[in-house]
């Protein structure tokens, strides 16, 4: 059983929104850094978002007021809303502690074209 599962990954058109989710099999309740990470084809994994365990987000430069992550540690979920979707965010959305930790879970594939 993967210690991660992401979900919510589908088709958009730009300017779209999705709503990713990670369910994890276990408390989250002590784990400080929860994140979202993304890798492109040919390039390596890069952090896109943190929620620490008070919910104070952290976001690369990139993607500053399109995206917002938050936890519900009651479900062991991590989410990450985008909007204004770009073709640029077509990657594969992964996500893990920060400092990663768990093995890589499948990831969910975000699509953004016309």
């Known amino acids: 059983q993967l210690p991660l599962v992401e979900s919510g990954g589908a088709l958009v058109q730009p300017g779209g929104s999705l709503r990713l989710s990670c369910a994890v099999s276990?408390?989250?309740?002590?784990?400080?850094?929860m994140a979202w990470y993304r890798q492109a084809p040919g390039k390596q994994r890069e952090l896109v978002a943190i929620?620490?365990?008070?919910?104070?987000?952290n976001y690369i430069t990139s993607v500053k007021g399109r995206i917002t992550i938050s936890r519900d540690n009651t479900k062991s979920t991590v989410y990450l809303q985008m909007n204004s979707l770009k073709p640029e965010d077509t990657v594969v959305y992964y996500c893990n502690t920060q400092p990663q930790f768990w093995s890589w879970g499948h990831g969910t594939q975000v699509t953004v074209s016309s």
């Open positions: 276990g408390s989250i309740f002590s784990i400080d850094g």
């Open positions: 929620v620490y365990s008070g919910g104070i987000p």
